[in-house]
T-cell receptor, first 115, second 110 residues
Framework: DTGVSQDPRHKITKRGQNVTFRCDPI?????LYWYRQTLGQGPEFLTY????????KSRLLSDRFSAERPKGSFSTLEIQRTEQGDSAMYLC?????????????FGNGTRLTVT | DAKTTQPNSMESNEEEPVHLPCNHS???????IHWYRQLPSQGPEYVIH???SNVNNRMASLAIAEDRKSSTLILHRATLRDAAVYYC???????????FGDGTTLTVKP
């Protein structure tokens, strides 16, 4: 178990630019989640996948945000035309689909700063 | 989805027990109670979870009220490394979306 890894750890971009983040979940985990966290707040749900299917997307997620999980393995989160309000920590988590032992395993996040 | 309510902050002395409360009055029968903690600049870390019975693991104990409308995370001997934000969330057996609140910031004093 190598854990959930996220890349990059930090990203600074100028307003209006596009950014893409990557998440590699724990290999046998078929559920993958994206959360966003701003300073002093708890993680806010964005979207989740079961294998390659995106099952739910938050209403808070604007059309500028898109996530994919091709082949049900790693996932990418893209933000187009970034705005200063997009500055946050973007967290990825994975879990097993079923069973009582289905805790979320988080990566250490990608911190985005939009200038 | 069901929400949880936690105190904003708590303090403890090192090597003393800590009881972190969580209210979840709208919990459904299929919801598991999960606890996570988050250190600065890290993602949340799983601590413990349970359904109805009290649970123990190497990190902590979880005490669940008989009506399941509240629970308490117990750290038996707090250390400075336990200083973190602790989140209580509910996850149903379908393991879909889970909603985090703002958690409890635990300060441990030496």
């Amino acid at each position: 178990d190598t854990g959930v890894s996220q890349d990059p750890r930090h990203k600074i971009t100028k307003r209006g630019q596009n950014v893409t983040f990557r998440c590699d979940p724990i290999s046998e985990h078929n559920r993958l989640y994206w959360y966003r966290q701003t300073l002093g707040q708890g993680p806010e749900f964005l979207t989740y996948f079961q294998n390659e299917a995106q099952l739910e997307k938050s209403r808070l997620l604007s059309d500028r945000f898109s996530a994919e999980r091709p082949k049900g393995s790693f996932s990418t989160l893209e933000i187009q035309r970034t705005e200063q309000g997009d500055s946050a920590m973007y967290l990825c988590a994975s879990s097993l689909l079923q069973g009582i032992d289905s805790p979320l395993h988080f990566g250490n996040g990608t911190r985005l700063t939009v200038t | 989805d069901a929400k949880t309510t936690q105190p904003n902050s708590m303090e403890s002395n090192e090597e003393e027990p800590v009881h972190l409360p969580c209210n979840h009055s709208t919990i459904s029968g299929t919801d598991y109670i999960h606890w996570y903690r988050q250190l600065p600049s890290q993602g949340p870390e799983y601590v413990i979870h349970g359904l109805t019975s009290n649970v123990n693991n190497r990190m902590a104990s979880l005490a669940i009220a008989e009506d399941r409308k509240s629970s308490t995370l117990i750290l038996h001997r707090a250390t400075l490394r336990d200083a973190a934000v602790y989140y209580c969330i509910l996850r149903d057996t379908n393991a879909g979306k889970s909603t985090f609140g703002d958690g409890t910031t635990l300060t441990v004093k030496p």
